[in-house]
């Protein structure tokens, strides 16, 4: 399975919005509703932050939201916070009759 | 709360084999699914092997079939993976990561990560 697509490098002013977008085919985003997204600051494991396109887990700001059109899903980061800068990964279910996981290469999220 | 601790991380030469193991805390380990992530230096994250609750299916990444075996032992609340003809490509930071109980395509809860270097 090919990796999904995400711009490198994204950036905001604080209190300002920012989308990420990650770009798959209709056999992984387009395909299902299994798009998650993960935050990872520098030297620490990855956080979930985004589960089922826009589903969020106890505890993740309703800052943090997702969704998706086509075969392109997207996390929007709303009210940008210095703490947000990290790197976001998206991932997508990719079929084949198991739990066979792509991931997006990342985004470098800078809060200005 | 869930606690997962990965170990047995090292540097290996190409061809070489390792175990990773991941101690699970805070939680029926012996209810939930379990994947590997690994993350190369500087790179992305990647998705390498899933199991499920009771052992009885494991898939894996195409990039490591045939060479790493997953597998678990719910009596010890622990996780493995064994690397075996571990090539330089193998060299990431492995993470064991939680599934969800019934759609096991996220990771709801990550360790912190062993280094698997890969070198001569």
């Known amino acids: 399975q090919s990796a999904l697509t995400q711009p490198p490098s994204a950036s905001g002013s604080p209190g300002q919005s920012v989308t990420i977008s990650c770009t798959g085919t209709?056999?992984?985003?387009?395909?299902?509703?299994?798009v998650s997204w993960y935050q990872q600051h520098p030297g620490k494991a990855p956080k979930l932050m985004i589960y089922?396109?826009?589903k969020r887990p106890s505890g993740v700001p309703d800052r943090f939201s997702g969704s998706k059109s086509g075969n392109t899903a997207s996390l929007t980061v709303s009210g940008l916070q210095a703490e947000d800068e990290a790197d976001y990964y998206c991932?997508?279910?990719?079929?084949?009759?198991?739990?066979?996981?792509?991931f997006g290469g990342g985004t470098k999220l800078t809060v200005l | 709360q869930v606690q997962l601790v990965e170990s047995g991380g090292g540097v290996v030469q190409p061809g070489g084999s390792l175990r990773l193991s991941c101690a699970a805390s805070?939680?029926?380990?012996?209810?939930?699914?379990m994947h590997w992530v690994r993350q190369a230096p500087g790179k992305g994250l990647e998705w390498v092997a899933f199991?499920?609750?009771?052992?009885?299916?494991?898939y894996y990444a195409d990039s490591v079939k045939g060479r790493f075996t997953i597998s678990r032992d719910n009596s010890k609340n622990t996780l493995y993976l064994q690397m075996n003809s571990l090539r330089a490509e193998d060299t990431a930071v492995y993470y064991c990561?939680?599934?969800?109980?019934?759609?096991?395509?996220?990771?709801?809860?990550w360790g912190q990560g062993t280094l698997v270097t890969v070198s001569s």
């Open positions: 990561a939680k599934a969800d109980a019934t759609i096991p395509l996220y990771f709801q809860h």
């Open positions: 805070g939680f029926t380990f012996s209810s939930y699914g």
């Open positions: 199991i499920r609750y009771d052992g009885s299916n494991k």
């Open positions: 209709s056999s992984d985003v387009g395909g299902y509703n299994y």
């Open positions: 089922e396109v826009s």
């Open positions: 991932s997508s279910y990719a079929g084949s009759n198991g739990p066979y996981v792509v």
